[in-house]
């Protein structure tokens, strides 16, 4: 079994940045590909970022490029999404998730966190 624990969520105000970690923990983790994702009440979860484990190559939703920064410390197992130019619409609850096999970044994850709650005030 995968654990994974994100931290580094806030409040903090629009043109502001966060950075938000994913700690990964559990004998069978091994992913190909580990992705963040957010939620609002009411909404279906949204794609926001997803990173290949061993090669690092990255892939963001229009929505953020530019702005995030998704990033992996291979030897601690930690995944980080560092946000900048904030805005309010990027308020949500922001979830980590590892994929164990290869396939579309954006979808059929495996294991997913518990989320941390990130808010952008205008």
């Known amino acids: 079994q995968v654990q994974l624990v994100e931290s580094g969520g806030g409040l903090v105000q629009a043109g502001g940045s966060l950075r938000l970690s994913c700690a990964a923990s559990?004998?069978?983790?091994?992913?190909?590909?580990m992705g963040w994702f957010r939620q609002v009440p009411g909404k279906e979860r949204e794609f926001v970022a997803a990173?290949?484990?061993?090669?690092?190559?990255?892939v963001y939703a229009n929505s953020v490029k530019g702005r995030f920064t998704i990033s992996r410390d291979n030897p601690k197992n930690t995944l980080y999404l560092q946000m900048n130019s904030l805005k309010p619409e990027d308020t949500a609850v922001y979830y980590c998730?590892?994929?164990?096999?290869?396939?579309?970044?954006?979808?059929?994850?495996?294991?997913w966190g518990q989320g941390t709650q990130v808010t952008v005030s205008s």
């Open positions: 990173i290949n484990w061993r090669l690092g190559f990255t």
């Open positions: 998730a590892s994929k164990q096999r290869s396939g579309s970044y954006s979808d059929s994850y495996d294991y």
């Open positions: 559990g004998r069978t983790f091994s992913p190909v590909t």
